[in-house]
């Protein structure tokens, strides 16, 4: 089992910046892909952002390339997310979720574990 724990969610103006934090515990040695997805009330989960751990591959929508950067930092087990010139169709919940997979994808079913989510909102 992988526990996952986000944080640095908050409310902000648009074209500010956040950066959401996500700490992973447990059997981390079994995940191969870390990813960031966003959801809204009504809609499906969606991938925002995603990183092959080994070797630092990085995957984004289209939506947030160029403002949104994932990163990592093995020694601390924490996956990161800096969101930078934000707007306010960025609000939402953010879950931080990991997987075994060899692909690095976007999409929600492809991975195992989930935090519990942490709420952004950018007003303009």
């Known amino acids: 089992q992988v526990q996952l724990v986000e944080s640095g969610g908050g409310s902000v103006q648009a074209g500010g910046s956040l950066r959401l934090s996500c700490a992973a515990s447990?059997?981390?040695?079994?995940?191969?892909?870390m990813g960031w997805f966003r959801q809204v009330p009504g809609k499906e989960r969606e991938g925002v952002a995603a990183?092959?751990?080994?070797?630092?591959?990085?995957r984004y929508a289209d939506s947030v390339k160029g403002r949104f950067t994932i990163s990592q930092d093995n020694a601390k087990n924490t996956l990161y997310l800096q969101m930078n010139s934000l707007k306010p169709e960025d609000t939402a919940m953010y879950y931080c979720a990991a997987g075994g997979g060899a692909a690095i994808p976007l999409h929600a079913a492809e991975y195992n574990y989930w935090g519990q989510g942490t709420q952004v909102t950018v007003s303009s």
């Open positions: 447990g059997y981390t040695n079994s995940v191969h892909v």
């Open positions: 990183i092959y751990t080994a070797f630092d591959i990085t």
